[in-house]
């Protein structure tokens, strides 16, 4: 009998069901969004595929839910950073999709935190197939989901969250009283972002264009700033921290709208920017009193302090869509033009 999981770690009658799973060659297909090659969402085709075989330290998952991330994007057309993450003329890994939440279908045989059955979510960065019926995920790459937490909620948290969660606590040191300011504060990173400043007792600005505004507005922004209308950076007001998804000034502009012993934290943008960022932070430290800092993504790091913040009811997860499966490129369409308003979450 061939079995294709390591079926050591399950109780008994879950054995009986994984080889019964494994005699079946239906049960070993799965329907996945996938691309064979760089461009529009238009690449982007809905197909049968194999179905993943967890190794020995891999978790199997039925996919309930996933979200678009910045980095899909990236990862769809393929710039040149992702050229080189992916492969440089064709994608290797051709599904896409790192946010996802779900329930384990059966675990390899070193696995020992989670079982058949649990609920999970984890951003898979860098192993990505989350446009799927089922994903494998390494145990460090998952957490267990609050049985209160749906399946969409759970999918538009990880990437966005801890992003937010790395920028503001880790890199920015928030503190209560400090004014704070958001660049792209519209999207996922700005909606969490204003939700955890709140929690600190900060005054926030949020910078984003004209149709998110009211929406900023209902999450809890004090001041919205149209940049279609308006430049921050020259509006004569300064703030302790500001906070930015987007990058699109330089940094002599940012240390213009820092207050004395500010922090600039970005957590993307250009690659020139970023470049620019890591170059000119000691120089405008020692000349201006002002820190520049980049937050390098920890994966997941953070997703126990999202658990005690949704369970305490201090966190709404604010969701575009959902979207089915089948309708993920043209989800995709609605994210390269920007007109989300939070994550965009995919069912499955
Ligand atoms: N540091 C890391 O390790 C790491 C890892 C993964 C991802 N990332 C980065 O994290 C970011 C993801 O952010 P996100 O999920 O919040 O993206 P998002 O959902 O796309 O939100 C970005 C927001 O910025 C707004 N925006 C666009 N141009 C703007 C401008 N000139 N001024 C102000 N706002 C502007 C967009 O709206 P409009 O277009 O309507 O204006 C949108 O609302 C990306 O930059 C990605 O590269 C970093």
């Given at each position: 009998?061939?079995?294709?999981?390591?079926?050591?770690?399950?109780?008994?009658?879950?054995?009986?069901?994984?080889?019964?799973?494994?005699?079946?060659?239906?049960?070993?297909?799965?329907?996945?969004i996938v691309y064979h090659k760089y461009g529009t969402p238009?690449?982007?085709?809905?197909?049968?595929?194999?179905?993943?075989?967890?190794?020995?330290?891999?978790?199997?998952?039925?996919?309930?839910?996933?979200?678009?991330?910045?980095?899909?994007?990236?990862?769809?057309?393929?710039?040149?950073?992702?050229?080189?993450?992916?492969?440089?003329?064709?994608?290797?890994?051709?599904?896409?999709?790192?946010?996802?939440?779900?329930?384990?279908?059966?675990?390899?045989?070193?696995?020992?935190?989670?079982?058949?059955?649990?609920?999970?979510?984890?951003?898979?960065?860098?192993?990505?197939?989350?446009?799927?019926?089922?994903?494998?995920?390494?145990?460090?790459?998952?957490?267990?989901?609050?049985?209160?937490?749906?399946?969409?909620?759970?999918?538009?948290?990880?990437?966005?969250?801890?992003?937010?969660?790395?920028?503001?606590?880790?890199?920015?040191?928030?503190?209560?009283?400090?004014?704070?300011?958001?660049?792209?504060?519209?999207?996922?990173?700005?909606?969490?972002?204003?939700?955890?400043?709140?929690?600190?007792?900060?005054?926030?600005?949020?910078?984003?264009?004209?149709?998110?505004?009211d929406m900023m507005r209902s999450m809890g922004f004090d001041?919205?700033?149209?940049?279609?209308?308006?430049?921050?950076?020259?509006?004569?007001?300064?703030?302790?921290?500001?906070?930015?998804?987007?990058?699109?000034?330089?940094?002599?502009?940012?240390?213009?709208?820092?207050?004395?012993?500010?922090?600039?934290?970005?957590?993307?943008?250009?690659?020139?920017?970023?470049?620019?960022?890591?170059?000119?932070?000691?120089?405008?430290?020692?000349?201006?009193?002002?820190?520049?800092?980049?937050?390098?993504?920890?994966?997941?790091?953070?997703?126990?302090?999202?658990?005690?913040?949704?369970?305490?009811?201090?966190?709404?997860?604010?969701?575009?869509?959902?979207?089915?499966?089948?309708?993920?490129?043209?989800?995709?369409?609605?994210?390269?033009?920007?007109?989300?308003?939070?994550?965009?979450?995919?069912t499955i």
């Amino acid at each position: 009998m061939q079995t294709e999981y390591s079926t050591s770690a399950l109780p008994e009658p879950l054995n009986f069901i994984q080889d019964e799973v494994c005699n079946r060659p239906d049960l070993k297909k799965m329907k996945a969004i996938v691309y064979h090659k760089y461009g529009t969402p238009d690449v982007l085709e809905l197909k049968e595929t194999e179905k993943p075989v967890p190794d020995d330290n891999e978790v199997l998952i039925k996919v309930h839910a996933a979200s678009i991330n910045d980095w899909d994007w990236g990862l769809l057309h393929g710039d040149f950073i992702n050229r080189i993450l992916n492969g440089l003329l064709k994608p290797k890994r051709k599904v896409l999709g790192s946010d996802i939440a779900g329930r384990v279908e059966a675990i390899g045989k070193n696995v020992n935190q989670f079982k058949p059955g649990d609920e999970v979510y984890g951003d898979l960065s860098g192993q990505w197939g989350g446009f799927a019926e089922y994903v494998c995920a390494k145990e460090k790459s998952l957490a267990l989901k609050p049985a209160s937490m749906s399946f969409e909620e759970a999918a538009a948290i990880p990437q966005a969250a801890m992003l937010a969660v790395q920028g503001l606590i880790d890199k920015g040191k928030i503190k209560p009283g400090q004014k704070l300011l958001i660049n792209g504060a519209g999207g996922g990173v700005g909606l969490f972002g204003i939700q955890i400043a709140k929690l600190y007792g900060v005054e926030v600005t949020g910078v984003d264009s004209t149709a998110k505004l009211d929406m900023m507005r209902s999450m809890g922004f004090d001041h919205v700033i149209d940049y279609t209308k308006e430049d921050f950076s020259r509006n004569g007001i300064c703030y302790d921290l500001i906070l930015d998804v987007k990058t699109t000034r330089s940094m002599f502009a940012y240390a213009r709208s820092l207050c004395r012993n500010g922090v600039y934290i970005t957590v993307g943008g250009s690659l020139g920017r970023l470049f620019q960022a890591m170059f000119l932070a000691p120089w405008i430290r020692l000349i201006r009193k002002k820190h520049i800092r980049v937050v390098a993504l920890k994966t997941n790091k953070d997703l126990a302090y999202m658990n005690e913040l949704y369970e305490s009811g201090k966190l709404k997860v604010v969701i575009d869509g959902p979207y089915k499966l089948e309708q993920l490129p043209e989800a995709f369409r609605h994210f390269g033009k920007a007109a989300h308003k939070g994550k965009i979450v995919i069912t499955i």
